[in-house]
T-cell receptor
């Protein structure tokens, strides 16, 4: 069974440029998560989707970050415009139902460098 | 918010048993305890999960005392490939109180 797929794996952009990350969750998983991981820190949740609905986006900086999950499968996370402080790894994860005890499966992440 | 406290780092020799303890004093009645492992340039990987007492799978054991205010991940006979960061999480997957913390960096020494 294929795991969570993310692309690109690496992205280097100049500040003020837009950037987008794509995630394909495990087939059949209804819940999708985007996390931000800074160097030496654990992942921090940005947004959680239940099917197409964003049910928790309280940690998403909405002035520059946006996300969508059309049709309840793939998801895209966008930053526009990017700032130097956005350099980090962006992780996508999915779980079957998002209920207590459900395991989250993570993709390899996209490492973003903003110059 | 049920945050956790873990040692920042641990060293162990190959072949030894490693126990990593996590404190979670504010754990809620319906919270699970979950451990993840993360290698460099990879996403975290699920190791084990439990609610109370003891859970064992093919890679680790999880010991949870009756008060559930702490838990211990036990890795039997570690190898060099077990060098990684280990995260203890408390909460309900899918809820907004899932918190990774900084984890424990385990280094296995030959």
């Amino acid at each position: 069974e294929a795991g969570v797929v993310q692309s690109p794996r690496y992205k280097i952009i100049e500040k003020k440029q837009p950037v987008a990350f794509w995630c394909n969750p495990i087939s059949g998983h209804n819940t999708l998560y985007w996390y931000l991981q800074n160097l030496g820190q654990g992942p921090e949740l940005l947004i959680r989707y239940e099917n197409e609905e964003a049910v928790d986006d309280s940690q998403l900086p909405k002035d520059r970050f946006s996300a969508e999950r059309l049709k309840g499968v793939d998801s895209t996370l966008k930053i526009q415009p990017a700032e130097l402080g956005d350099s980090a790894v962006y992780l996508c994860a999915s779980s079957f139902e998002g209920l207590a005890g459900d395991t989250q499966y993570f993709g390899p992440g996209t490492r973003l460098t903003v110059l | 918010l049920a945050k956790t406290t873990q040692p920042i780092s641990m060293d162990s020799y190959e072949g030894q048993e490693v126990n990593i303890t996590c404190s979670h004093n504010n754990i809620a009645t319906n919270d699970y305890i979950t451990w993840y492992q993360q290698f460099p340039s990879q996403g975290p990987r699920f190791i084990i999960q439990g609610y109370k007492t003891k859970v064992t799978n093919e890679v680790a054991s999880l010991f949870i005392p009756a008060d559930r205010k702490s838990s211990t991940l036990s890795l039997p006979r570690v190898s060099l490939s077990d060098t990684a960061v280990y995260y203890c999480l408390v909460g309900q997957t899918g809820a907004n109180n899932l918190f990774f913390g900084t984890g424990t960096r385990l280094t296995v020494i030959p």
